[in-house]
């Protein structure tokens, strides 16, 4: 089974500019959080989709913000980027509950810098 | 909420030698999962090992075993026979089991394997 995928896998974007993350989870799972990870505040949970709807927020401001596609895929966007934005953002994707195993798999990250 | 402490931002040990990472944890909940990460240069997460609150008996995974203390809430991993490919930054991460997936992450911890 392919893993999960991240697209682009590098950014770089100039402060004020918006900007927009793709992400494919494994073939079967549903359920897809986005992470950020920066070297001050660690991994940060932003949010999480299932079935197209978000189902958890962490606490970030409203700049951020995601989606996810009848297949699964999900999008986030970040408007009006700001210095602090740089990071690694992280995808993960998480089996049925049925399995009974509540793991996430991640995918390779995307790197933006802002500018 | 809750949170998750890894009290060691670096650890060494030499190749074939067994070494411990500590996290602790708090949390008012009774049931939940815990994990390992690892998180080489390479930046993937990989999922190193996860234990359900409810069971009492240790997970294991090859080299990789934990001490799970509940009442104490301490959730340590302990790699067996170190081997210069286990040097990566490792992160605890717990996740309720309220409604959806998410992961809360501690600080992390980078262990380096010398030859």
């Known amino acids: 089974k392919a893993g999960v995928t991240q697209t682009p896998r590098y950014l770089i974007k100039t402060r004020g500019q918006q900007v927009t993350l793709s992400c494919s989870p494994i073939s079967g799972h549903r359920s897809v959080s986005w992470y950020q990870q920066t070297p001050g505040q660690g991994l940060q949970f932003l949010f999480e989709y299932f079935s197209e709807t978000q189902r958890n927020k962490g606490n970030f401001p409203g700049r951020f913000s995601g989606r996810q596609f009848s297949n699964s895929r999900s999008e986030m966007n970040v408007s009006t980027l700001e210095l602090g934005d740089s990071a690694l953002y992280l995808c993960?994707?998480?089996?049925?509950?049925?399995?009974?195993?509540?793991?996430?798999?991640f995918g390779p990250g995307t790197r933006l810098t802002v500018t | 909420a809750q949170t998750v402490t890894q009290s060691q931002p670096e650890m060494s040990v030499q190749e074939a030698e067994t070494v411990t990472l500590s996290c602790t944890y708090d949390?008012?909940?009774?049931?939940?999962?815990l994990f390992w990460y690892k998180q080489p240069p390479s930046r993937q997460m990989i999922l190193v090992i996860r234990q359900e609150a409810y069971k009492q008996q240790n997970a294991t995974e090859n080299r990789f075993s934990v001490n799970f203390q509940k009442a104490a809430k301490s959730f340590s991993l302990k790699i067996s026979d170190s081997q210069l490919g286990d040097a990566a930054m490792y992160f605890c991460a717990y996740r309720t089991m309220e409604y959806g997936n998410k992961l809360v992450f501690g600080a992390g911890t980078i262990l380096r394997v010398k030859s």
């Open positions: 993960a994707s998480s089996p049925p509950l049925t399995l009974g195993t509540y793991e996430q798999y």
């Open positions: 949390t008012s909940e009774s049931d939940y999962y």
